[in-house]
């Protein structure tokens, strides 16, 4: 059972909108907080956005505040974690990851080397 499966990437115009969604089981199912990193080519990873599990409290990057929403679930044996991305611009193209057993502390996302296998998004302009 893989523990992290991302999925909702694809292809989209600028202007779009796309929703990712992360299974987390196994291991990731005890995380405090998960979040959103990407990665775009030539770039290092970078983050995105991270949601409290507790208090469903959150935390964007600044390039990303008013256009994506970080939004949790869960169901039996399963945490369902989502990224709503509107607006889509082109610099949002990137292999998108979910990162579990994580914590918000301050106002800032740490998480844990553990990670999805991700999913590409690539906006047209």
């Known amino acids: 059972q893989v523990p992290l499966v991302e999925s909702g990437g694809g292809l989209v115009q600028a202007g779009g909108s796309l929703r990712l969604s992360c299974a987390a089981s196994?291991?990731?199912?005890?995380?405090?907080?998960m979040g959103w990193f990407r990665q775009a080519p030539g770039n290092e990873r970078e983050f995105v956005a991270a949601?409290?599990?507790?208090?469903?409290?959150?935390?964007?990057a600044d390039s990303v505040k008013g256009r994506f929403t970080i939004s949790r679930d869960n169901a039996k044996n399963t945490k369902y974690l989502y990224l709503q991305m509107n607006s889509l611009k082109a610099e949002d193209t990137a292999v998108y990851y979910c990162?579990?057993?994580?914590?918000?502390?301050?106002?800032?996302?740490?998480?844990?080397?553990?990670w999805g296998q991700g999913t590409l998004v690539t906006v047209s302009s």
């Open positions: 990162n579990a057993e994580g914590v918000i502390v301050a106002g800032v996302y740490y998480g844990m080397n553990y």
């Open positions: 949601i409290s599990w507790s208090d469903s409290s959150t935390v964007y």
């Open positions: 196994g291991r990731a199912f005890d995380s405090q907080a």
